[in-house]
T-cell receptor, first 113, second 116 residues
């Protein structure tokens, strides 16, 4: 069965510093991996995805994510955090052939001015 | 390009009343998903449809919950009778193609439901 773990409920980062939001996954086959962001009173918004190929994936708003097959991780990163990046971030996995996406519990990111 | 549209955005009603949540998916998307989000349980998949046909309703919590998709541009999630523990934010999402595609799901802004 597929699963996703986000080990940190909350991450605090000073504005201008690099940020990392961690995610590990478990699938029996080839994974499609996603990151979503949720702002207050809004739905989840797609940020980026990994399908295959280059392990570093670039997405919206300057975010990127690094796929590591040996560690089964897909950490979200940004070189320089903005206060406006403060939100709830979800990692998600879909196994090839499965219609459903499995979401992690979410990590709340606080960027401190 | 219009995204997924949900209505109402907020619903407050008394226990025992019928509640109907509505969703219009993105045009051309053939998959539609209903989720529930709470602080305690996070994001839960309730049911999903492919080409208007329910595929998996194993996440529907009880028989009080039902969902329909009469056509490609409209779906409803109904709770009858409603209970206070049904209070949550309900999201609808749609996507193009399914498990063999890398297409992401696109979410509406949700319906915040409060059952008094």
């Amino acid at each position: 069965a597929q699963s996703v773990a986000q080990p940190e409920d909350q991450v605090n980062v000073a504005e201008g510093n690099p940020l990392t939001v961690k995610c590990t996954y478990s699938v029996s086959g080839n994974p499609y991996l996603f990151w979503y962001v949720q702002y207050p009173n809004r739905g989840l918004q797609f940020l980026l995805k990994y399908i295959t190929g280059d392990n570093l994936v670039k997405g919206s708003y300057g975010f990127e994510a690094e796929f590591n097959k040996s560690q089964t991780s897909f950490h979200l990163k940004k070189p320089s955090a903005l206060v406006s990046d403060s939100a709830l971030y979800f990692c998600a996995v879909r196994e090839f052939g499965d219609d459903k996406i499995i979401f992690g519990k979410g990590t709340r990111l606080h960027i401190l001015p | 390009d219009a995204g997924v549209i949900q209505s109402p955005r907020h619903e407050v009603t008394e226990m025992g009343q019928e509640v109907t949540l509505r969703c219009k998916p993105i045009s051309g998307h053939d998959y539609l998903f209903w989720y529930r989000q709470t602080m305690m349980r996070g994001l839960e998949l309730l049911i999903y449809f492919n080409n208007n046909v329910p595929i998996d309703d194993s996440g529907m919590p009880e028989d009080r919950f039902s969902a329909k998709m009469p056509n490609a541009s409209f779906s409803t999630l109904k709770i009858q009778p409603s209970e206070p523990r049904d209070s949550a934010v309900y999201f609808c999402a749609s996507s193009l193609r399914g498990g063999e595609s890398s297409q992401p799901q696109h979410f509406g802004d949700g319906t915040r439901l409060s059952i008094l």
